[in-house]
């Protein structure tokens, strides 16, 4: 079989932010996700497998049933999260006008949540649940043959227009079994972010699961149990990256430094390769202390994501975040010190939060003088215990998310948590947020300083363009 795996176009995110300014969004980035998927397939079956990244290929859904009759696939997989269900639904009506024929497959994060509305969808004949590296290619070999659908963990189906959902699989313990993504299948030299250094530029896991309990957390289908890969299985997928041209890498673990061991293994094994490649992590600062920044900055980490959410400490025990704020000044005043570029995550519009409290986050915020902050307003994901806590408290009188998993509407917009502020008047915070901490004279010098090439610069320039254009106008505007 021809196997097609997609990540649909972008053009019907569900958001409830205006665009950040700089953040890691900002960019362009390979489907991690496919790639695990279409490398797992390569390896354990015959089957030939193609990856369709609508973003990087610039297809919009007016060209993609053209695409799939070109591409002439026997099934299609779409990558699937609930901010991005309708280009999924969209990309699966292509298929069917393309072929009605060709099976199609949803995975991610949503379905995992909303398995039945998700199969009740017309266009939509399976879902996988859960990791889906083994079982995609599970579920490929018993189509092929005929076998029997009841035995591929969390699969769901259709059978005599009944929905049939197969127990879940356990959560994958061993993450060096994975075969590294198919990077091959992809055209990664188009992959490029605003924070890096050089392009191009790609995307790294090397651990899935956090042990944090951050009331806001929406990742149920990683499990909360941290596993993580071996040392030598991250440097030599770097290594890999760095033979093929790949200038920087952003690791997308949760948490890359919850067992500081392991920190401490990789960096010393990238030294001892003299491995020469840009990357940079996520981090809580918690795990972090001077021996692990030394080791970091050594080994060519050149920027660490904190999330820092609020600098309100009554806040922050309200979303579990679990940090105070004197250490967290300590650990960006450390990193700094080491070279290593910061970037600060912030969340306004918390339960119970006012107009001070968020004064005080902003304030924070220009105390931390991160390189890049980006503000956030709360937003309940689904699955999460914030949204849990809106719904038992009758903040929502609906379950607004799952209407919207059943009816995927183009005009659908989610929530905010406006127990005491209104969306109009968090984004209002926000733009203002985003103005004072950007348009710091002292600010603008260190970044236009810091710039070390002219691809560098033009890509820095285009998200301050943004900036000006947000304080002439009061708010972000997408980006054309």
Not at 137 to 153: A, H, K, V
Not at 333 to 348: D, H, N, Q
Not at 387 to 413: H, I, K, S
């Amino acid at each position: 079989m021809k196997i097609l795996l997609v990540q649909p176009p972008d053009s019907h995110i569900i958001t409830t932010n205006v665009p950040a300014v700089v953040d890691e969004e900002t960019g362009l980035y390979p489907p991690l996700g496919l790639l695990y998927v279409a490398a797992f397939a390569e390896t354990n079956t015959s089957h030939s497998v193609e990856i369709l990244d609508c973003l990087a290929e610039r297809i919009e859904h007016e060209c993609l049933a053209d695409t799939i009759r070109e591409r002439k696939p026997d099934l299609v997989g779409i990558q699937a999260m609930t901010f991005t269900l309708i280009d999924a639904v969209l990309t699966a009506k292509a298929v069917k006008e393309a072929n009605p024929s060709i099976p199609v497959l949803l995975g991610g994060p949503h379905v995992y949540i909303y398995p039945e509305e998700t199969l009740s969808i017309p266009q939509v004949d399976y879902i996988l649940r859960g990791e889906a590296e083994e079982t995609f290619s599970q579920f490929l070999e018993t189509l092929d043959s005929g076998g029997d659908l009841r035995l591929i963990p969390g699969l769901g189906y259709k059978q005599n227009g009944e929905i049939r959902l197969n127990p879940l699989p356990p959560l994958l313990s061993d993450l060096d079994r994975l075969p590294l993504p198919a990077r091959h299948l992809v055209p990664q030299e188009r992959y490029y972010s605003v924070l890096a250094k050089a392009t191009p530029i790609t995307t790294m896991m090397t651990s899935r699961g956090c042990p944090m309990r951050c009331i806001f957390c929406d990742r149920p289908h990683l499990g909360k149990t941290f596993r993580y890969r071996s040392a030598e299985s991250v440097v030599r997928e770097m290594e890999l990256c760095a033979n093929s041209g790949i200038k920087e890498i952003f690791v997308y673990d949760d948490t890359f430094s919850i067992r500081k061991d392991r920190v401490l293994e990789v960096c010393r094994s990238i030294q001892e390769k003299r491995l020469k490649i840009h990357w940079d992590i996520r981090a809580h600062v918690n795990t972090m202390d001077e021996k692990v920044l030394d080791a970091l900055a050594e080994a060519g980490c050149i920027r660490i994501h904190y999330g820092v959410e609020s600098g309100n400490p009554d806040i922050l025990k309200i979303l579990r975040k679990g940090i105070d704020l004197k250490h967290t000044e300590r650990v960006f005043r450390m990193t700094r010190e080491r070279g290593i570029a910061t970037l600060a995550y912030f969340m306004i519009g918390n339960p119970t939060e006012t107009v001070d409290q968020i004064e005080d986050t902003f304030r924070f915020a220009r105390k931390l003088n991160p390189d890049y902050a980006h503000i956030a307003i709360t937003t309940p994901f689904p699955a999460t215990e914030l949204y849990r806590l809106g719904l038992e408290t009758g903040l929502y009188e609906r379950d607004f998310w799952r209407d919207f998993a059943c009816d995927p509407r183009p005009d659908f917009v989610p929530r905010v948590w406006d127990e005491l502020l209104t969306r109009e008047e968090l984004i209002a915070l926000m733009q203002q947020g985003y103005r004072r901490f950007y348009m710091r004279p002292g600010y603008l010098v260190r970044r236009v300083i810091a710039v070390r090439s002219w691809d560098e610069f033009l890509r820095k320039a285009k998200a301050g363009f943004r900036l000006l254009r947000m304080k002439k106008s009061g708010g972000l505007k997408h980006p054309t």
